[in-house]
């Protein structure tokens, strides 16, 4: 029963478990409920939101605690000069896959060249795209605001500008109970929201509870962030973008608390390759009267799994450094100069731009012309006209020559 309690199975679950001689799986069950009800925690009274703490939440909070703002602060685990490159890198994966759950349609590379080189969005899914990356953006720079009613409809307007069926919706709090959340493939109604007319005090509820440094009882600063997230997508506020927005709240709460190493995360990634565990969490916590233990315990794995994919992450760029190193050997080259010439040593027959540059190093089209001109004098790359202002970039005359003489 313990682990059944660690892990929050559900019913469904836990009914296929092998049992002594005598005992029958509600049997099992009852013990299951009346053990979380040991440790259980009043959330929201009017919806009858509420939990049970368990010892594996307590344990990962802690863990997270220690990565999120312990030895993972150290400048040596993400160098001062790349910690631009990692942080938008992370900001565009995390507003793809935000939006590819909520139906955007475009390939990862279409979609950060879009981002990378600023082209405006062509169609609904580039332009859901661009909104959840500029939302983050503008999140990050006022993570340190209280959240205002005000702020709350500034967010969902520039997560769901030009995306919505009717335009006037976007930054509006939905005016009727029209709207029910479907499963995608049966249609079914999966959940019918509270009433419209339960928003305006909802605001000031969810206002306050994310706004609070203290709260009674005490609940971890990650579980009230997650508690965010279900209250938002449970009351559907708004016409469309729910999914969206309150992920988005949920990523402010985290910075708001200090846990800077979030914007570093692609939690949303996680969450796509997971859809059907993290939509049958909030089925699980509705179904089981209103416990949303289901829901923490799976946001808690999402947290822990996006941590690892970061670690990879980092340890791939440091890597990768490591291999640009040996172009250090070349008299005269800087760190970015010798990612330029890995970059051609990579793909031989490619051709770059100086966006293409730009959005890679996260540099200043002046200072990236400055390498390219220090690389052509040195007959390591040319210079191909591709219109009267645009300018490619190949392989030069010595490139092979020089690039082949560092390994004698």
Same mark, same amino acid.
């Given at each position: ?31 299951? &409920? ?6 259980? !925690? ?7 939101? @509420?939990?049970?703490? /368990? ?32 942080? %938008? ?16 349609? /475009? /390939?990862? $590379? ?38 205002? $009613?005000?702020?709350?409809? @500034? ?16 930054? $509006? ?6 709207? &029910? ?5 049966? @249609?079914? %109604? ?10 305006? $005090?909802? &605001? ?14 005490? !609940? ?7 508690? %965010? ?15 969206? /927005? ?61 941590? =690892? ?39 031989? =027959? ?23 001109? @220090? ?34």
């Amino acid at each position: 029963m313990q682990t059944i309690n660690e892990n929050y199975d559900y019913w469904s679950k836990v009914r296929y478990e092998i049992l002594p001689q005598g005992y029958t799986p509600l049997d099992l069950w009852r013990f299951v &409920v009346a053990d979380r009800q040991k440790s259980d !925690i009043e959330v929201w009274r009017k919806y009858h939101i @509420h939990f049970s703490l /368990t010892n594996m939440m307590q344990q990962q909070c802690h863990q997270f605690d220690m990565n999120f703002g312990g030895s993972w602060g150290m400048p040596s685990l993400i160098p001062e000069e790349h910690k631009e490159r990692y942080l %938008v890198s992370s900001l565009m994966e995390e507003a793809i896959s935000s939006s590819q759950m909520e139906g955007a349609a /475009t /390939t990862r $590379k279409v979609a950060k060249d879009m981002l990378r080189k600023h082209i405006s969005p062509k169609d609904k899914s580039q332009q859901m795209i661009v909104n959840n990356y500029q939302t983050i953006q503008f999140i990050v720079e006022h993570k340190q605001e209280p959240l205002t $009613k005000e702020m709350l409809l @500034h967010v969902h307007h520039l997560m769901t500008y030009n995306t919505l069926e009717k335009a006037e919706d976007a930054g $509006k709090f939905r005016q009727n109970d029209d709207v &029910v959340v479907e499963n995608a493939i049966t @249609h079914d %109604v999966v959940h019918t929201p509270p009433s419209y007319k339960d928003i305006p $005090k909802f &605001v000031d509820d969810l206002c306050l509870f994310f706004n609070e440094i203290q709260h009674v009882p005490f !609940i971890h600063p990650i579980i009230k962030g997650i508690i %965010v997230h279900f209250m938002v997508a449970y009351m559907h506020p708004f016409v469309d973008g729910n999914g969206r /927005t309150s992920r988005a709240l949920f990523y402010w709460y985290m910075l708001k608390q200090g846990y800077w190493l979030t914007e570093y995360l692609s939690i949303s990634r996680i969450i796509y390759r997971s859809k059907k565990s993290y939509e049958k969490s909030f089925l699980y916590a509705e179904a089981d009267g209103m416990d949303i233990g289901y829901f923490i315990t799976y946001n808690l794995r999402v947290l822990q799994l996006a941590f =690892k994919e970061f670690q990879f992450y980092l340890q791939r760029k440091i890597e990768e450094r490591k291999a640009a190193s040996i172009y250090l050997k070349i008299p005269g080259i800087n760190e970015r100069q010798a990612e330029i010439i890995k970059m051609y040593a990579d793909s031989p =027959k490619e051709m770059f731009t100086v966006k293409d540059f730009q959005a890679r190093f996260q540099v200043t089209a002046t200072t990236i012309k400055s390498d390219l001109d @220090h690389l052509m004098e040195m007959g390591l790359l040319r210079q191909i006209p591709l219109n009267k202002v645009k300018r490619g970039y190949m392989k030069g005359d010595s490139f092979d020559k020089v690039v082949s003489g560092l390994d004698s």
